[in-house]
């Protein structure tokens, strides 16, 4: 089976930086993507990741390594909107599906 | 409509009833993908479409579990005699596989259906 491992839940302050981590052990890789779920909402799109390095996109980034089957989401400048959960998905090889993470609770205090 | 509905919102059924939940994908998507969230879990996949062929449906919890896209656009997933298991938000996603612009084919969501079984 596919493995997606995240942290349950985070806490940061406003204005500061959090780093969100992923790691994922599957039956081969074809990208790796992050979406945000406020409560009671849909999953939209925050980044994909399918080559090994940081894309950049405003206040969040994403960063992967192939090797390590790793990668992060950093969130500058942490607003209190962007209290949410973060899923992390990977879209395996010869799938169409997405394999989700349990997500990352994040709590931005004042 | 720009974005991917579903409908009901909230749905609640006696246990052994059976429901249908609809997702009305975004206009042109070929894909068209059911996932089912657990509380404080992530999605999990259940099926796939493409156009109107149902390709994979690894994920189907039961032989209670049935999806249908019979005109390549409208899904409907339906569960038949309903068990407390079965409670759950169900989302729909759509995506147009070859969009170019670095993101990967995006699968775009729907707010889902809160199933309540009692």
């Known amino acids: 089976g596919q493995n997606i491992d995240q942290p349950t839940e985070m806490t940061a302050t406003e204005g500061a930086i959090v780093q969100i981590n992923c790691t994922y052990q599957?039956?081969?890789?074809?990208?790796l993507f992050w979406y945000q779920q406020h409560a009671g909402e849909a999953p939209t799109f925050l980044s994909y990741n399918v080559l090994d390095g940081l894309e950049e996109k405003g206040r969040f980034s994403s960063f992967l390594s192939r090797s390590k089957g790793y990668s992060y989401l950093l969130l500058k400048e942490l607003q209190m909107k962007d209290s949410a959960s973060y899923l992390c998905?990977?879209?395996?090889?010869?799938?169409?599906?997405?394999?989700f993470g349990t997500g990352t609770r994040l709590t931005v205090i004042p | 409509g720009a974005g991917v509905s579903q409908s009901p919102r909230y749905k609640v059924a006696k246990r052994g009833q059976d429901v249908a939940l609809r997702c009305d994908p975004i206009?042109?998507?070929?894909?068209l993908f059911w996932y089912q969230q657990a509380l404080g879990q992530g999605p999990e996949f259940l099926t796939y479409?493409?156009?109107?062929?149902?390709?994979?449906k690894s994920g189907l919890p039961s032989d209670r579990f049935f999806a249908e896209r019979p005109e390549g656009s409208v899904s409907t997933l339906k569960i038949q005699r309903t068990q407390q298991e079965d409670s759950a938000v169900y989302l729909c996603a759509s995506s147009f596989p070859g969009l170019a612009g670095g993101r990967g084919n995006e699968q775009f969501f729907g707010p889902g259906t809160r199933l309540t079984v009692l």
């Open positions: 479409f493409q156009n109107e062929a149902q390709l994979d």
């Open positions: 206009s042109g998507h070929v894909s």
């Open positions: 599957t039956s081969g890789f074809n990208g």
């Open positions: 998905a990977v879209r395996v090889a010869g799938a169409n599906n997405l394999f």
